[in-house]
């Protein structure tokens, strides 16, 4: 059985809203993954892997989780799409580039609050606004899903070759989202 584990002095991690693991997964362009237990996948992702933990219940809902060093570099502007994309709340608790502990929420495309903390601080902030994955503890609700490394902004055809560009919806749906 798949346990959860502490984490969060040292990572950074992403914290989405009432969204599936598979929705993340997508939403943030990761590719290359594979299910594996909650307690391993956090592990790996003290290295270069991340990890898209199962939906955790937290302050205000249920909590996709998403371990990994690279998760401190999506700028601000991935951060909002993101938000956007899924409609949902998105937090990012990590190192700013000027190397204090940060912490930035996200609602449905706008920034809502960005504050930076002391040290040890950063579990205080997601307590109140998702989950402190400090004290993260027993059954997993699932498993996880261990992906390659994320990149600071969502691939593009340009960028990965093979990448499917779809074509812009035409007839109704055009219409309707205004394409």
Do not use: N, Y
């Amino acid at each position: 059985m798949s346990e959860l584990v502490p984490f969060g002095h040292e990572q950074t991690w992403l914290a989405v809203r009432d969204q599936a693991q598979h929705s993340v997964v997508e939403a943030l362009g990761l590719t290359d993954g594979r299910v594996t237990e909650v307690d391993e996948a956090v592990r790996e992702a003290l290295g270069s892997a991340t990890a898209v933990l199962p939906p955790i219940p937290g302050a205000g809902g249920r909590w996709t989780l998403v371990v990994g060093q690279d998760m401190a570099s999506p700028s601000t502007a991935r951060i909002t799409t993101l938000s956007a994309m899924l409609g949902t709340g998105v937090q990012l608790f990590g190192t700013a580039e000027h190397g204090a502990r940060h912490c930035l929420l996200v609602e449905r495309g706008a920034v809502q609050r960005e504050v930076d903390v002391v040290e040890g601080g950063l579990p205080g902030v997601a307590a109140e606004w998702s989950l402190d994955p400090t004290t993260l503890a027993g059954p997993a609700p699932g498993s996880a899903l261990l992906v390659g490394a994320l990149r600071a902004e969502p691939p593009t055809p340009d960028t990965e070759p093979g990448l499917a560009q779809l074509p812009p919806r035409g007839g109704f749906w055009g219409k309707i989202l205004g394409r």
